[in-house]
C-alpha cells in the first residue's frame, strides 16, 4: 500500500492569484517530501454541513510544504479561499499515482487547459531538474494563469491560446491547434475533457505516448468507497486509485 | 473496569463500533489512520457472486448534511474478494462482516457458498436494501414475503451467523424487521440509505449517472435513530444501527434507542480516524457516568 499522510496542517500562505484562484501553502513535511507530480491532496474543510474532503491537485511540493492552486466554485472551495495564515487546516497525502516518466523520454510537451494549469508546474519542474525539455502548451478561456512561473523554468517553450482573449501574443482558439504531437517522445496533460479528448485523438494519430490527468466527483479518495469512477475501456476505474493519471487510450480509446 | 464488549449471535465484539459497508473497503486502507484491532468489527464492502460492473458515473453528490450515492456495488466478485482482501482481515484481531448482494434468492445463496469452508468471516451481512440495484438488492427488502423467503434460503445455505441489513425505504420497517427474524436473522443492521435525488439546475439534469442514488451521512440520522427504536420494540434480535453517526455522541443516542453495536459509515469520508474519535468518546462517556457496560444503557428509552 502506498504512504500516505493524515496531518493537521499549518496554512502558511492563502492568497488569491487571479479572478476565483487562489493558491495555499501548507506547512506538510512528510507529504511533501513523499509527493510526486500529477498526485493530489484531500483537504478536510470541518465546515458541518459540508461532509466530503475536496480532492485538489499538488501544483508544487518543496522540503516542507505542498502548495495548491485552486479554482472557488461552490461552497467548499469558498470556505477554503477565506481560511487564513496559521490557521490549521487536515490534509490527506500525496494520493494518487502521479505522472510517470519514461526513462528514454527527451523532449515533452504538457497541455494545460485552465485550472488543469497548476499539476503540470510540479512536473515542468521535475524535468527540468532531468533535464528533459518541455514545452508547454496552455489554455484557457480569457486570462491566462502561471505562463511566469513557466517561462521562469526556462526549459522550453511557452504557448498561450485564449478563446476569448484579446492578448496579441497568445493564439486565438484552442490550445490543441498548436501541438505538433510527432515532435515529441512524450506528452501530458490536465484540463477540461472535451480538450483532453482532441488531444488525445490528436497525439493517437502521431502515436504519441499521452497520459492524461482526469477528474471525477469523489468521496473517500483513498480507494474505498469507488465513487469517483471513470470509464476505462470496458471497466470502471478509480480516478483517486488506479488515477488520476491515465494512459490516454485507456480513457479516451480512438 | 469498563466492559465495552458487546454480543451478538452469541459472538463478543470488542467494541460496539463497526464499520459500515462500502465506507472502509477491506480495512487496509484505514489501518493507516486506526488501530484496527479497537473495533467491534469490520463490515466490507459488498461481495456477489460474479464480478459488477456497478453504475455510470457520477456516482456521488454532497447534499446539505449528506452524501448521496450510487455506486451499484461494483465489485470484482467473491473469488477476487478472498485471494485478495480476506488474507489482510484474517490478520486482525477483530471480527469481519461480508456483507451480500445478488439480485435473485439464487445469486444471494451462491455468494453464501462461495464462503464455505473459507476462514476469516465471522458473520454475513445480507444486502437486501441498496437502493441502487435494480433488481433484487432494495425490492428483496422492502417486501416482507421476499425479505422472509431470501433470509431463510440464505440461512439454509450456511452456518455462518446472518445479519439482515433493512431498508429505510418502507412505511413500516417494523414488518421488515420480523420477516427477516421469522426467516432466521441472528441479528439486524439498520438503516441502509434514504432514495434521494439532487439536480443540477445550471445543467437542468440530476447529478448522479443513476439519476436517483441512497442518502446517507448526519442528515439521516433521526430517521435511523427513530427506526433503531421502533425495531427494537418488535424483536428480540441485536440490532447494529447505522445511517449518519459521526460521534460518540450519536452512538450513545443508538444504544439508547435499542442497537447493542453501532456501524459508521459516511463519517469516515469526512474525518478517517473517526472510529477511533468515537471509541475514545465513547470510553470516556462510560468511566464519567460509571457505566461499566453498555447493556446499562441500551434501549433505555422507553
Redesign the interface.
Known amino acids: 500500500?502506498k504512504k500516505?499522510f493524515?496531518a493537521e496542517a499549518e496554512i502558511r500562505d492563502n492568497h488569491c492569484i487571479s479572478p476565483d484562484i487562489y493558491a495555499m501553502k501548507i506547512i506538510a513535511p512528510d507529504a511533501a517530501k513523499n509527493a510526486k507530480s500529477g498526485q493530489f491532496i484531500m483537504v478536510?474543510l470541518d465546515k458541518?454541513?459540508?461532509?466530503?474532503?475536496r480532492p485538489i491537485s499538488i501544483y508544487d511540493a518543496n522540503d516542507d510544504e505542498i502548495e495548491i492552486i485552486y479554482q472557488v466554485v461552490g461552497k467548499?472551495t469558498k470556505a477554503l479561499s477565506q481560511m487564513q495564515p496559521q490557521q490549521e487546516i487536515?490534509i490527506?497525502a500525496p494520493l494518487g499515482n502521479g505522472f510517470t516518466i519514461a526513462p528514454d523520454t527527451k523532449k515533452a510537451a504538457l497541455v494545460g487547459g485552465g485550472i488543469g494549469t497548476p499539476p503540470l508546474y510540479y512536473l515542468a519542474k521535475t524535468l527540468a531538474q532531468a533535464k528533459i525539455s518541455a514545452d508547454i502548451y496552455l489554455g484557457f478561456r480569457t486570462t491566462p494563469i502561471l505562463a511566469e512561473e513557466f517561462r521562469a523554468l526556462n526549459n522550453g517553450e511557452v504557448h498561450i491560446a485564449l478563446e476569448n482573449g484579446t492578448d496579441d501574443n497568445a493564439h486565438k482558439g484552442f490550445i490543441t491547434d498548436l501541438i505538433a504531437s510527432q515532435n515529441y517522445d512524450q506528452i501530458f496533460s490536465c484540463g477540461p475533457e472535451p480538450m483532453l479528448r482532441a488531444l488525445a485523438a490528436l497525439t493517437a494519430r502521431t502515436s504519441t505516448p499521452t497520459q492524461v490527468s482526469m477528474e471525477?466527483?469523489?468521496?473517500?479518495?483513498?480507494?474505498?468507497?469507488?465513487?469517483?469512477?471513470?470509464?476505462a475501456g470496458a471497466?470502471?476505474t478509480r480516478v483517486c486509485c488506479e488515477g488520476p493519471v491515465f494512459d490516454a487510450k485507456e480513457v479516451f480509446p480512438q | 473496569m469498563i466492559d465495552t464488549t458487546v454480543s451478538i449471535a452469541g459472538i463478543t465484539l470488542k467494541s460496539p463500533i463497526v464499520t459500515a459497508s462500502?465506507?472502509?473497503?477491506s480495512g487496509?486502507?484505514?489501518a493507516?489512520?486506526n488501530d484496527l484491532s479497537r473495533l467491534g468489527a469490520i463490515t466490507v464492502?459488498g461481495v456477489s457472486h460474479e464480478p459488477w460492473?456497478?453504475n455510470?458515473?457520477?456516482?456521488?453528490?454532497?447534499t446539505?448534511?449528506?452524501?448521496l450515492?450510487a455506486?451499484g456495488l461494483?465489485?470484482p466478485g467473491a473469488k477476487a474478494f478472498i485471494e485478495k482482501d480476506l488474507p489482510f482481515l484474517r490478520t486482525l484481531d477483530t471480527k469481519v462482516i461480508v456483507n451480500l448482494c445478488g439480485r435473485t434468492v439464487e445469486d444471494y445463496v451462491a455468494v453464501a457458498r462461495d464462503f464455505e469452508g473459507v476462514e476469516g468471516v465471522h458473520f454475513f451481512e445480507l444486502n437486501i436494501s441498496c437502493p441502487n440495484v435494480k433488481a433484487g438488492g432494495m425490492a428483496m427488502g422492502t417486501d416482507p414475503k421476499m425479505a422472509e423467503e431470501v433470509t431463510r434460503a440464505v440461512k439454509r445455505a450456511t452456518a455462518t451467523p446472518l445479519i439482515v441489513k433493512l431498508s429505510p425505504n418502507v412505511t413500516d420497517i417494523t414488518l421488515i424487521a420480523k420477516a427477516a427474524e421469522a426467516g432466521g436473522a441472528d441479528a439486524l443492521c439498520l438503516i441502509n440509505t434514504l432514495l434521494g435525488m439532487k439536480i443540477d439546475i445550471h445543467k437542468k439534469k440530476p447529478?448522479l449517472g443513476n439519476k436517483i442514488g441512497g442518502l446517507s451521512?448526519?442528515a439521516i440520522k433521526p430517521v435511523a435513530v427513530r427506526m433503531v427504536y421502533q425495531v427494537s420494540k418488535v424483536t428480540t434480535l441485536p440490532i447494529i444501527g447505522t445511517g449518519g453517526a459521526a460521534t460518540w455522541e450519536d452512538a450513545i443516542e443508538f444504544i439508547m434507542a435499542g442497537a447493542t453495536a453501532v456501524s459508521v459509515g459516511?463519517a469516515?469520508?469526512?474525518?478517517?480516524?473517526v472510529v477511533t474519535d468515537i471509541l475514545d468518546g465513547l470510553v470516556a462517556y462510560m468511566q464519567n457516568q460509571k457505566i461499566k457496560n453498555l447493556s446499562q444503557i441500551k434501549g433505555i428509552i422507553e
Request: proline share 9%; charged share 15%.
Open positions: 500500500m500516505m493524515w478536510y458541518g454541513e459540508l461532509l466530503l474532503p467548499g487536515k490527506l471525477q466527483r469523489m468521496a473517500c479518495g483513498i480507494g474505498t468507497c469507488v465513487g469517483c469512477v471513470i470509464k471497466q470502471y | 462500502g465506507t472502509f473497503g487496509q486502507e484505514y493507516q489512520f464492502k460492473l456497478g455510470p458515473p457520477p456516482r456521488i453528490a454532497e446539505h448534511g449528506g452524501i450515492n455506486v461494483q465489485n447529478i451521512g448526519p459516511t469516515n469520508f469526512t474525518n478517517p480516524r
